[in-house]
């Protein structure tokens, strides 16, 4: 993925770089929490990452991350492949059907905020 693609490019090239995981499915954003990779817990983005990181050998990736467990959505039969999912290898076949995880509109913005402070807090440590 494009992210993981990111991470790899500033560990390459002694970049620091901080990433958002998983906010969709989320409602509380009292639940984030920032944390090197290797010790998030619950967010299942954060799973992926650290596999594919690992088989990288990147060692360390800050992380804003929640503890909140997603909010499975409910099924809805109206939905169809052309608007509610996305189908694997960009086929437009339902074989295997994945529905995109829906976000709150206040739950993103929360996430890029923490970001924010912890790159303002980093630069200061480093003034």
Known sequence: SAKIALVEYCNEKGIKIICSMGT???F?????KVADIYDTKVCPLAKVMR??????EIKSLKVVYSEEMPTKPKQDDVVTCK????CTGGTKKCAIKRQIPGSISF???VAGMIIG???IKDLLKES
């Open 24 to 26: 969709g499915n989320k």
């Open 28 to 32: 509380d954003p009292t639940q984030f």
């Open 51 to 56: 596999h594919e990181l690992r088989k990288r």
């Open 83 to 86: 608007t509610g999912c996305v």
């Open 107 to 109: 739950v993103p913005p």
């Open 117 to 119: 402070g912890e790159v």
